[in-house]
């Protein structure tokens, strides 16, 4: 069996039967000052709004597929994340739980993602302090970074959870923001096969009135399903 | 001279070949389920698991780390390390083996997919058909196109045909925090070791279990990590060494205390030091008895060597009593001491073996092994101590009386002996009275050493990875693969309705996993058709816009399927990593079928989903369900065996006393006795189990001879109660004490049944002890006052 083959069986595996395949090697030496700035400019965040293309450049497809979708966030933990235009999937989350709408299966997901783990952008919020006041320190104890490097005020980090069951299948999380505003400008998710989704922000609105309709969805008419824990 | 010299040579030559080859082939049994009816179904379905699923060459190394990075590389140095030592071990494995070898999981994937439904392989054949494959393949890319999940994303574009999206469902393909190899979060590591060859016996076991410890502890000698030993060969070995520590442990506890109580009574070194040789040769001929002719030791068998001991000296004691006072030739005092030995060795060997009536096989073993050492202790006190006793006693030239002869001839220490009879007697029943009978505990714990490194290990391993100790086991067994499909079905439908009525909260059902012969039989033809059309698909993936990635596992799965073409139904994975996978969920060698599954119940519901369930071939099996299936039959089971018991020590008795009223004083004795112990047992929080209740039936073959004795010395007396105490006091003190020294000394056995067993019995002794030689000599003569002299 040629290595080449073998490493393809491995990405298959990684994603059929959940394996831990990653090893870290985190850096204790990076500087991470601009992060800490970017946790503390976010301390006064009321409100996101914000545009967003998601390109997926998966080893699977020749090219890769880019879809838009628009993201709206409202402190300390709401959010509305809605791929495709007109919507394909909406997913709305609170500290509770996320729903999952396919408006065009006329269909729900009650809880399904987030508690699988499956949906990372949730965590990935978590994990920057959209949801509560992150601290450096605490930022620290869950992720591992891989490496930080600032290019005039556009800083490029790369991380994994420390947990293993989050950073399973993983081979960093990078996530892009500006040192001086702490505004977000893209993330990205490796896996170890070496697939990518890398998610880019535009128009990015702070601190505006968000409508709370945004948060709410009329699931009349919907066959929900409620996931078991 | 010359030729009665020979004939001890001979003898000793022959005890010592008999010895050596007895003794060769004990080995130790730690099933404790060998101890139970088997005809329980929580007991039939435990032994199931447990020869077919517990892995017995499996050692189960665990690695605590400060952090995920440490313990991850430690077990991979551990398990690389391991791997080297080809002697020892066989393989050892820290990871999934698909992921060391990712292709090897493709003909389990096969197998998954040729026990699917028809349909399914139908609608499977549909969409990889030639207009249908590329609607197929533009459905897919619809669907990673909006999917939030990436996991999904990526999993679609590695099966763009759809062949495996019937997977769901199936409990394989879910994503889990932890794994059977790490924790969640990552800091616990399981190493699993299996060793180079099956081990022959338990001293083996042992012997590999410590190689393994020393190369482990030498590979990591770090601070902040904890390395831990458990599985099937940790608890052979540590069962089994125990067992062998508390078998020779308490037997020199009982010759030593045994030597003690004979010096304070006779204050004679030589006769002791005869006396505790032929102990020994007992002990040895019986160990060799009882590994030549029973199969294995278990726990309870292994308590006997002491119980024995403590028996056999009896009739040494008699002996030597007799020889001091006989004057004629060691024929005749062997003809002497032989009417009363056979007696009462007869009827101590006769309830013990009277155990057999028992269905509990640990207790039958106990009977036969006592009852054989019984016999055993006979033949050598009559053959060589007889002889012994009696060139002592003539060297000596005048008899040597006890020291203590003159205690139970005073009247104060009888009276004395009976007012503190008394007080223990009210102070016991009134702590039953007031304080209720002794609770009961029958949970596996009981059976367990006091003190374990692989159960602390294998408690931190449930702890660390998935718990399952409050869920079931489901065993489902047949005589061949059809007999397990159909029963599977037929449970399953149990399942659905228990999940249903919400009796059931979780089912990891193994009919997925179970080969379907029919099934296969059919969808098999499709999936070689499939085969054939590879370049048409490949081509079709492609002008669709995926890379040949995308292609690897339909690809390697149909090819899978091609190359069974020609197998016998039904087929069965057979790599390596397709065994690793089934090695806790299917059995399938000649005569021995078996699937396993897992079934959590609702809270209150175990019960009645076990009687839903249970059938023919089909048991729902824990721990827990052991001990409430044991609490509810084993009470009725020895209650039966005792009152049996009971029943033929009162026919013997009836024959012997011809008295009711004497009868009905033993009745009275040892319902005294019983109350007596429950009270004890109260006081001291002690509480009735499996070992406590084996001990009522010990205590009956044993304690009840006291009683018996002083009521045939009552009747000698012609109803002189004073006498019979004279003449029987001394000793009835000498045989209780040193029963009561034999089982005692199990009270610091490192099993913990083991331990109760003896702590019960010691217990019952001295309370039968005391009764018989205070209380009922008193009880006699006031109903000898009252009316006629018992007996005739």
Known sequence: MSTTRTIKWAAILALFLGCQLHKVCGDSTVDLSPLKACFEAQHDLKSISADFTQTRALKTLKSPISVKGHFWFASPDRFRWQLGDPPKTIIIGAKDGTIVIHPSLKHAEIGALSTSGSFPTQKVFEMMGLSGKRTLEEFQKRMHVLSLKTSGTRCHLEMLPKDPSAARGLSSINFDFDCVTGQWLDFEIVTREGSSIRTEFNNVRTNSVINGEVFDYDLRGFTVNHEKK | MKKNRLGWVLILLLSAIYIAAGLSRISFNIDILRLLPTHLPQVEGLSLFLKNFAQQDELIVTIEAPDADTAGSTAEKLAVMLRSQKGLVKNAVEESPWETNPASISEFLTFLLLNQPEQKIHEIQQRLSPSQASVTLQQTLDDIQSSESPAEMLRKGYDPFRIFSSFSGLGFTEESPGSEFSSSDGKFRVVYVQAAKPFSNYKQTDEWLHQIKSLCSAQVARDGLTLGFTGEPAFVAEISTGMQRDMISSAFATLALISLIFWLCYGRFTPLFWLVLMLQLIFLLSLATAGLFLNELTVVGAGFASVMIGLSVDYGYFIYQRSQTHSGTVRSLQWHCLQNIVWTSGT?????????????????????????????????????????????????????????????????????????????????????????????????????????????????????????????????????????????????????????????????????????????????????????????????????????????????????????????????????????????????????????????????????????????????????????????????????????????????????????????????????????????????????????????????????????????????????????????????????????????????????????????????????????????????????????????
Request: hydrophobic share 50%; proline share 4%.
């Open chain 2, 348 to 792: 101590t060997a006769a309830a013990f073996f009277a155990l057999n009536l028992s269905s509990l096989p640990g207790l039958s073993q106990l009977g036969n092994m006592v009852g054989l050492g019984v016999c055993v202790g006979a033949i050598v006190m009559l053959g060589l101590f007889a002889p012994i006793a009696s060139g002592l006693s003539k060297s000596s030239g005048t008899a040597m009386g006890s020291r203590l002869d003159f205690l139970f001839a005073s009247g104060r220490f009888a009276r004395f002996g009976e007012l503190i009879a008394l007080g223990v007697v009210v102070l016991l029943l009134g702590a039953l009275l007031f304080q209720g009978p002794p609770g009961s505990d029958f949970s596996a714990s009981t059976f367990r050493p006091r003190k374990s490194e692989s159960q602390s290990a294998l408690e931190h391993l449930y702890s660390r990875l998935q718990d399952d100790r409050g869920m079931l086991s489901l065993v489902v067994s047949g005589k061949d693969d059809g007999e397990v499909l159909l029963r599977l079905r037929n449970v399953q439908r149990g399942l659905d309705e228990a999940l249903r009525n919400g009796s059931a909260k979780h089912v990891l059902s193994p009919l997925p996993l179970w080969p379907d012969a029919q099934r296969q039989k059919a969808n098999l033809p499709i999936l070689c058709a499939l085969s054939h059309e590879l370049p048409r698909l490949k081509a079709t993936l492609k002008d669709n816009g995926f890379t040949d990635d995308a292609f690897v596992l339909t690809e390697s799965v149909l090819n899978r399927a091609n190359s069974w073409r020609n197998s016998r139904f039904p087929i069965w994975p057979v790599t390596p990593t397709s065994e690793w996978i089934l090695r806790r969920v299917a059995r399938h060698h000649e005569g021995n079928h078996l699937a396993l599954g897992i079934v959590e119940p609702s809270p209150g519901c175990e019960e009645a989903l076990i009687k839903s369930l249970q059938g023919e071939g089909v048991y729902l099996v824990s721990w827990g369900s052991l001990g409430t299936e044991l609490k509810q039959t084993l009470p009725r089971e020895i209650i039966k065996v005792a009152l049996g018991l009971l029943a033929g020590i009162l026919l013997i008795l009836a024959a012997a006393l011809r008295s009711f009223r004497a009868l009905l004083l033993f009745v009275l004795t040892t319902a005294l006795v019983l109350a007596c112990l429950a009270g004890a047992m109260t006081l001291l929080g002690m509480k009735w189990g499996f070992f406590n209740l084996a001990a009522v039936l010990l205590l009956l073959g044993t304690g009840t001879d006291y009683s018996i004795l002083l009521l045939l010395a009552f009747q000698r007396n012609g109803g002189d109660a004073v006498g019979a105490r004279r003449e029987l006091g001394l000793v009835i003190f000498l045989c209780c004490t040193s029963a009561a020294a034999g089982f005692g000394s199990l009270a610091w056995a490192g099993n913990m049944g083991l331990a109760t067993l003896g702590k019960t019995c010691a217990l019952g002794l001295l309370i039968d002890g005391m009764i018989s030689l205070f209380l009922l000599p008193r009880a006699c003569s006031m109903l000898s006052r009252k009316s006629q002299p018992v007996g005739s």
